[in-house]
């Protein structure tokens, strides 16, 4: 069965620097997004791509947050500089389509501790 | 602005127990997606909701989507040790026109066997 991937799974990092995580959707997918989940809560979305461009990124902190997916393939999800807030577990997901009806298939995420 | 809540938070109950775990949603919703997230893992998708009213059957599992579409319910029969994680309800976000989702807090169940 079709997975999404994502690496690394963990990373630490000290606060300040600068972190990149990377998503490959099932093939096929048009529809990619990245959610960040902070223990005991929900995902909460930060980012979502249609093909190459960008659909929503009003939760998208851009002040340190990037988000991008060139060839509406695979996504890199970049912030700099890192803060202590940031940890969390940052999860890509992705679905066939951008409709109301498409379940949402997630990676394994990445565990970012920032220190 | 938007909001999808979830209660419980937690819910503990021994193993061949019910547990019911309910979603509200600050607004109408158009449909209502279950995902299931285990201990270290990640979300799974269990099910969607449409219709006002519909009811969903999974084997032991069964969703409700209430008649107003504000609400919803999983409700687990005689809970196995198999169950235990976080049930989180979502719902289209600003109406769904992107299809992005709003996730509740989920509701974490712990089975003791």
């Known amino acids: 069965e079709a997975e999404v991937a994502q690496s690394p799974r963990y990373k630490i990092t000290e606060k300040s620097q600068a972190v990149a995580f990377w998503c490959d959707p099932i093939?096929?997918?048009?529809?990619l997004y990245w959610y960040r989940q902070i223990l005991g809560q929900g995902p909460e979305l930060l980012v979502q791509?249609?093909?190459?461009?960008?659909?929503?990124d009003s939760q998208l902190p851009k002040d340190r947050f990037s988000a991008e997916r060139l060839k509406g393939v695979d996504s890199t999800l970049k912030i700099q500089p890192a803060e202590l807030g940031d940890s969390a577990m940052y999860l890509c997901?992705?679905?066939?389509?951008?409709?109301?009806?498409?379940?949402?298939?997630f990676g394994p995420g990445t565990r970012l501790t920032v220190t | 602005g938007q909001q999808v809540m979830q209660i419980p938070q937690y819910q503990h109950v021994q193993e061949g127990e019910d547990f019911t775990t309910y979603c509200n949603s600050s607004?109408?919703?158009?449909?209502i997606q279950w995902y299931k997230q285990r201990p270290g893992g990640h979300p799974v998708f269990l099910i969607q909701?449409?219709?006002?009213?519909e009811v969903k059957k999974q084997k032991r599992l069964t969703f409700q989507f209430g008649e107003a579409k504000k609400n919803s319910s999983l409700h687990i029969t005689a809970t196995q040790t198999t169950d235990v994680g976080t049930y989180f309800c979502?719902?289209?976000?600003?109406?769904?026109?992107?299809?992005?989702?709003?996730f509740g807090k989920g509701t974490k169940l712990s089975v003791k066997p």
């Open positions: 997901a992705s679905s066939p389509g951008r409709g109301l009806l498409y379940e949402q298939y």
């Open positions: 093939s096929g997918h048009a529809t």
């Open positions: 791509f249609q093909d190459e461009s960008v659909v929503d």
């Open positions: 607004t109408t919703l158009s449909n």
């Open positions: 909701l449409v219709k006002s009213g």
């Open positions: 979502a719902g289209p976000k600003d109406g769904g026109s992107q299809g992005n989702l709003i």
